[in-house]
């Protein structure tokens, strides 16, 4: 069974920088498109980064392009969101989530079948 867990949230000063990691212990990178996903309260959940490692492929919503990156690394089974030049309305928790088609398209969350309990990030002085 896939588990996913994330880690690396907190509080920091707008401005400031965080590193997500999500852990998925036992499973091929190959296999899945990997997401991360944000919910501030009241919001509906959106899609933030996605990575297919089969391919090298990355994708970002406009929200983030340029202050996030998204990588990984197969060998820990991890994925990575470095996140920076942070502003309050990033402020959300923060998911990871699998896809078995290999695809990143964030619309469709239906399609990420597995996720992670969350992190909160809280951008805030």
């Known amino acids: 069974q896939v588990h996913l867990a994330e880690s690396g949230g907190g509080l920091v000063q707008p401005g400031g920088s965080l590193t997500l990691s999500c852990t998925m212990p036992?499973?091929?990178?190959?296999?899945?498109?990997i997401g991360w996903f944000r919910q501030a309260p009241g919001k509906e959940r959106e899609g933030v980064s996605c990575i297919i490692t089969l391919n090298k492929l990355t994708y970002y919503a406009d929200s983030v392009k340029g202050r996030f990156t998204i990588s990984a690394d197969e060998a820990k089974n991890t994925v990575y969101l470095q996140m920076n030049s942070l502003k309050p309305e990033d402020t959300a928790v923060y998911f990871c989530?699998?896809?078995?088609?290999?695809?990143?398209?964030?619309?469709?969350?239906?399609?990420?079948?597995?996720w992670g309990q969350g992190t909160q990030v809280t951008i805030s002085s």
């Open positions: 036992g499973l091929n990178l190959d296999y899945y498109g």
């Open positions: 989530a699998a896809n078995p088609f290999i695809l990143c398209d964030m619309d469709r969350l239906t399609d990420f079948s597995t």
